[in-house]
Nanobody, 115 residues
Framework: QVQLVESGGGLVQPGGSLRLSCAAS???????IGWLRQAPGKEREGVSC????????YYAESVKGRFTISRDNAKNTVYLQMASLKPEDTATYSC?????????WGQGTQVTVSS
């Protein structure tokens, strides 16, 4: 059974940092995993992903230079280190993977950037 469980969200002041975790189970640890976010009243957008084959990373323009994605295959966990957070980063962040024709999501973790 494929499961993705996010953690690490919270309330942070502008300019602060958070590290989100996505603990995965039920599929090989080297599959590609992405982070997406959705703010109230806005469409879901891709934030970052890390490939399965060679660890290649992708970042949305809005987070380049501020967010870093990484993975620990031994723990089957993908991290999203977020720095220099802005109020516009406020959203529910979810991790996602495509595995054997299925599209799997975690429950999401809320990130609120506010003073």
């Amino acid at each position: 059974q494929v499961q993705l469980v996010e953690s690490g969200g919270g309330l942070v002041q502008p300019g602060g940092s958070l590290r989100l975790s996505c603990a995965a189970s039920g599929f090989p640890s080297d599959y590609s995993i992405g982070w997406l976010r959705q703010a109230p009243g806005k469409e879901r957008e891709g934030v970052s992903c890390i490939s399965s084959s060679d660890g290649t990373t992708y970042y949305a323009e809005s987070v380049k230079g501020r967010f870093t994605i990484s993975r620990d295959n031994a723990k089957n966990t993908v991290y999203l280190q977020m720095a220099s957070l802005k109020p516009e980063d406020t959203a529910t962040y979810s991790c996602n993977t495509l595995y054997l024709g299925g599209n799997y999501w975690g429950q999401g973790t809320q990130v609120t950037v506010s003073s």
